[in-house]
């Protein structure tokens, strides 16, 4: 079953804008990740985060995770043209702790 | 590192015959993935491995589709007949455990005509 669903499915901003995408998950985890997906190209790891933390910053990506509410939401910041992308979360589920992607959110960023 | 390799890139095959895709997983990593990209399905897992036994198969969608990992460094996806509705862009991915960053190749396109 799907154990990671982002929303919203996509998104269009202009260039300079922030973006702000979530995921929500059912069971329990112990980390949540966050991957991009450029057109054409295999998945590209963007930041873990872990349980018992809160929010992680790396470079222009703030992600944040909420394990009472079972969300999480990855917030880029000044958003390039280049950061057009799909972008997936991802948890371990299941009783061997595999990843389960989710259905991804399209990101179109104008120039 | 050269990260994970994939081979072919592209493939384009007709209904019925022999598809095989081949992976070469990042050194050191234990645990190896397969999955399928289509428009309408997203990305699901096929198969995965760790330390080259077979974990989880049941992603695969029917007795067509066959994984094997005979060492550490080396895996194949095989696809026999093959099928339009197979059609889809193949991912091979590592990991050093399963629920840890997986690294992912570059994809092989399929095209089953």
């Known amino acids: 079953s799907q154990q990671g669903e982002e929303d919203p499915q996509a998104l269009s901003i202009q260039e300079g804008e922030n973006a702000t995408m979530n995921c929500s998950y059912k069971?329990?985890?112990?980390?949540l990740q966050w991957y991009r997906q450029n057109s054409g190209r295999g998945l590209v790891h963007l930041i873990l985060i872990r349980s018992n933390e809160r929010e992680k910053h790396s470079g222009r990506l703030r992600v944040t995770l909420d394990t009472s509410k079972k969300s999480s939401s990855l917030l880029i910041t000044a958003s390039r043209a280049a950061d057009t992308a799909s972008y997936f979360c991802a948890t371990p589920g299941g009783s061997n702790y595999k990843l389960t992607f989710g259905k991804g959110t399209l990101l179109t960023v104008n120039p | 590192d050269a990260g994970v390799i994939q081979s072919p890139r592209h493939e384009v095959t007709e209904m019925g015959q022999e598809v095989t895709l081949r992976c070469k997983p990042i050194s050191g990593h234990n645990s190896l993935f397969w999955y399928r990209q289509t428009m309408m399905r997203g990305l699901e897992l096929l198969i995965y491995f760790n330390n080259n036994v077979p974990i989880d198969d049941s992603g695969m969608p029917e007795d067509r589709f066959s994984a094997k990992m005979p060492n550490a460094s080396f895996s194949t996806l095989k696809i026999q007949p093959s099928e339009p509705r197979d059609s889809a862009v193949y991912f091979c991915a590592s990991s050093y455990q399963a629920a840890d960053t997986q690294y992912f190749g570059p994809g092989t396109r399929l095209t089953v005509l």
């Open positions: 069971t329990s985890i112990n980390n």
